[in-house]
């Protein structure tokens, strides 16, 4: 893989704001005429995320916690792998600007969860483990969290559903769940020295250009 390549992911609860920022992006990198590929994930439109689409779904059962964090975990790595090989490991070894929504960093906020606090190191490094070098996906150069309070991303969740909570999937619709996903982002944050922007500010939603402007700080010296 080329030393030269840029990978920086866009993480975030649902409801954090990560696809409006994520389309943001791709249009400013148009503007500037950057050599870039968006990937985004899961990615529902292949066959790859079946098995996503089964758990989000609650088939293999009703609620997240149903099924352990290895299993979940691997169900989206699949995914990642089969997206790098078909899409975009010729852009990547090019040297192009890769920008992602959601990657290896959403297992650590959505299943780690699941474990006891005191598994969570050993889990965050079977992860790394497992993805980067067993699976062998790329590393990114930067990971950025949008964090955003589950009060408030469940708000816009609301407004994106017209208040239908039949329309969430399992992640979604669990209040008590996605409150400890973002205690478990923040921990993997500081151990694995993500970049956490703030999308609230006195309890209520940044506007979006100024998140937006804090993004592009954060990655403009990628953009060479």
Avoid at 61 to 90: H, I, M, P, Q
């Amino acid at each position: 893989m080329s030393d030269k390549s840029k990978l920086v992911v866009l993480d975030g609860l649902d409801g954090s704001g990560k696809t409006t920022q994520f389309e943001l992006l791709l249009k400013h990198f148009q503007s500037i005429n950057l050599n870039y590929k968006g990937i985004s994930f899961p990615d529902y439109d292949m066959p790859s995320s079946t098995l996503v689409k089964m758990y989000l779904g609650g088939q293999f059962s009703k609620t997240a916690n149903g099924v352990n964090a290895y299993a979940a975990s691997s169900f989206y790595a699949v995914d990642r792998y089969a997206s790098y090989k078909l899409f975009w490991e010729d852009n990547y070894n090019k040297g192009d600007f890769i920008l992602a929504s959601r990657y290896v960093s959403s297992n650590a906020i959505h299943q780690m969860v699941k474990l006891d606090k005191n598994d969570w190191d050993a889990y965050l490094d079977w992860l790394e483990d497992y993805e980067y070098i067993r699976l062998g996906l790329p590393r990114p150069c930067k990971v950025i969290f949008l964090d955003m309070p589950v009060e408030i991303s469940q708000k816009l969740l609301n407004n994106r559903y017209n208040g239908d909570n039949n329309k969430k999937d399992i992640h979604e619709s669990d209040i008590d769940y996605l409150l400890k996903c973002r205690e478990s982002a923040l921990y993997a944050a500081k151990r694995l020295n993500w970049c956490v922007v703030p999308c609230s500010k006195n309890d209520e939603a940044r506007q979006i250009k100024d998140i937006f402007n804090d993004i592009l700080s954060e990655i403009n010296s990628f953009l060479v």
